[in-house]
C-alpha cells in the first residue's frame, strides 16, 4: 500500500483493542429511546408504517444486501451509482461504517467460531450476540487490520467518507423525520428500528451459530435457521452461506425462503446486477470444498 494511501485511510476510526466503553453506552442510550415507545402518545400508525419501512430499507437493503452480499463477498456487481445507494442503505442501520463492518466481518469468516473471531460463540450466546461489541475484544479489528482485510474500500474516498461521517448520516435522518412527523416519527424511525435491527442482526452471530440445523460440513458452529433466516432477510440460512461464503444465494433448498436472492434475482431481471454466483452443488450434504461459487 503506498505512503499516500496509509496516511489518507489512517484516521479511520480508534483503537478496536481499547475498551467498548462508549459503545456500551450508546447501545444503552438507544435501548433506553426505544422504550419510549411504550409511552401512549409516542405511538402513531405513520410512526409504525415509517420503522416497518426503515427496518427493511437500512437492514435488509442496506446490510444483507449491500454490506453483506455486496461490499462483504462481492457475490455480485451492480453499478456503481446503486453500489453506492445501498452503502448508504447500510450506514444508516448504525451498525458502524462500511468499512469496520466489512472487515469485521471478514475477520469473522477467517476465524470462525476460533480464536481470532469478533463474536466466537465459544464464549457464549449472549457474547457472541452483544457483549463482543462493548466488553473488551481483542479479535475486532484494528485500522492495521481493517486496512489488510478491506483494502478494496479503503482505496475508495466515498466509503473512507461515510465511515468518518456514519453518525453524521443517523443524526440527519432523525432531523428529517422530526420535521415530517414530529417526535413519535424519531422514536420508532430512529431508536425502535435501530435496536430492532440490532438485534435481528445480532440473532445471526448467536442464534445461527448454535440453533437449527446443518446441512453442509463446515468447520464452525454455523447452523440453518429458518426463524432467524424470516427476521434477516435469509442470512439465517447461515450454515448454507459458511459453506458458500461467495454465494448470492443462502437459501439452497426449495423452503429455505431468502428475501435477498429474490432482491438480487429482480435486480438481474431489471439488468442491474451481474457477475452473480451460486455454488454448483452435486449433493444436499457436501463438504465446502466439494462445492465452488460459479457465476450464473
Sequence with gaps: MSAAL?????????????SGVLTGIGLLVLHLGALAALLPQMFT???????????????????????????????????????YALAVCGTLALQGGPIEWISTHRVHHA???????????????????????YRRNDARPTQEEQRRYAPDLIKNPFYRFLE?????????LALVLFAVGGLPWVVWGIFVRVVVTYHVTWLVNS??????????????ESTN??????LTWGEGWHNNHHAFPSSARHGMRWFELDTTWLAIRVLQWLRLARDVKVPRLRSTALAPSEGEALEA
Aim: contains cysteine.
Design 6 to 18: 496509509q496516511a489518507s485511510a489512517a484516521p479511520l476510526r480508534r483503537d478496536t483493542r481499547k
Design 45 to 83: 400508525w405513520s410512526a409504525l408504517g415509517v420503522a416497518i419501512a426503515l427496518y427493511y430499507i437500512t437492514g435488509g437493503l442496506g446490510i444483507s444486501l449491500g454490506f453483506h452480499r455486496l461490499l462483504t463477498h462481492r457475490s455480485y456487481r451492480c453499478p456503481r451509482l446503486l453500489e
Design 111 to 133: 476465524h470462525s467460531d476460533r480464536e481470532g473471531d469478533p463474536h466466537n460463540v465459544h464464549r457464549g450466546l449472549t457474547w457472541a450476540h452483544v457483549q463482543w461489541l
Design 164 to 172: 468518518r461521517t456514519y453518525l453524521l448520516w443517523q443524526v440527519a
Design 207 to 220: 442464534a445461527a451459530h448454535s440453533m437449527g440445523y446443518r446441512t453442509y460440513k463446515t468447520a464452525d
Design 225 to 230: 435457521n429458518w426463524w432467524v433466516a424470516l
